[in-house]
């Protein structure tokens, strides 16, 4: 039997709402025993510090030297993941010396796979030191100067966990929904991911903008609305949609801004629906019919959205709990077993996953001062 590790996964998500972390025993490869977790939601100070990078990051030349806001930005966000790792040591009873790495993903805040762009903030050195705790981070960055999307990235765990638990019949899909939607078609031999196209982003900033709230809470203002059939009719013409696997999108790749002249309810709605029937687009490109979706990721929380995917795909949907998974972690989860595969210099993504010409493996790895 492989030799199992204790490694901590940190993501913060394109929805900017905070940390996820989430301690799993693996060996990289086949076995996954997922162990303790928590959240730790960005102060608001934070989360208006991130957007301000978002923003910046969005008009920046890839050449030009990386301006002051965007350094403070990813020195804060370094110091927000060693306190979520400090918290869930804490909490879980755990010492450093126990935990073999950290896979420390960072906050996007870019990605142009087609000008060969992404961008992860995080510093993983200053990380390392922080904690004591060696650190492997830039996970994304070989895949894209190989040719391929640097994204999804969590494919090859969403794997590795349908096909160890137990009674799931394959192949499956396996749906995040987070600020981007992606989904992993699991077959018994086959592995085969993208990015599906919005996922909570749009409805958030709407939200947002029209309550003040940083999402629409289980749904409750998209489930008040109605759908504007003309407007999303429009929105789904996007040519990504059709367009083939390996894709992936930048967070602000779809926005609220069709739904503008609608009421705050309808816009939501809209939105909302806007997501699934987007996602169930994504069944066009499988292989062959899945038998369900296992839905992970925030946006299994909103009522509205998981309703009208139900309505769209027409095969079981069902929450990652269900599944006996952990739908707020998973993508947490997936980093820590990628820093395990890292450091043993097995393929992060391959040509089924991001489009990189070969399996490729990535990251970078910092030793924790002795």
Known sequence: MAELQKVVGLMSGTSLDGIDAALVETDGEGIVRPGPALFVAYAPELRAILKAALDAAS?????????????????????????????????????????????????????????????????????????????????????????????????????????????LALPVAVLNIGGVANVTFVGRDTVLAFDTGPGNAPLDDWAFKHTGKPMDENGRLARSGKVDAPILARMMESPFFSRRPPKSLDRMDFGFAPVDALSRADGAATLATFTAVSIARA?????????????????????????????????????????????????????????????????????????????????RLHRAAA
């Open 59 to 167: 008009f920046f030349p890839a050449e030009a030297a990386t301006p002051p806001s965007i350094l403070n930005a990813e020195r804060r966000v370094t110091e927000a993941h060693a306190d979520a790792v400090r918290q869930l040591l804490e909490s879980s009873g755990s010492r450093p010396a126990e935990i073999a790495l950290l896979g420390f993903h960072g906050q996007t805040i870019l990605h142009r796979p087609r000008e060969r762009r992404t961008w992860q903030i995080g510093d993983g050195a200053q990380l390392a030191k922080l904690t004591g705790i060696a650190v492997v981070n830039d996970f994304r960055a070989a895949d894209i100067a190989a040719g391929g999307e640097g994204a999804p990235f969590a494919p090859l765990y969403h794997a590795a966990l349908a096909r160890q638990t137990a009674g």
């Open 283 to 363: 069944a066009e490109h499988f292989p062959e019919p899945v038998s369900g979706w296992i839905v992970c990721g925030g946006g299994r929380l909103n009522t509205a959205l998981v309703s009208a995917l139900r309505r769209s795909v027409r095969v079981p949907v069902r929450s990652a709990e269900n599944a006996g998974w952990r739908g707020d972690f998973i993508e947490a989860e997936a980093f820590a077993y990628l820093a395990t595969r890292s450091v043993k210099g097995l393929p992060l993504s391959l040509p089924t996953t991001t489009g990189v010409p070969q399996p490729m493996t990535g990251g």
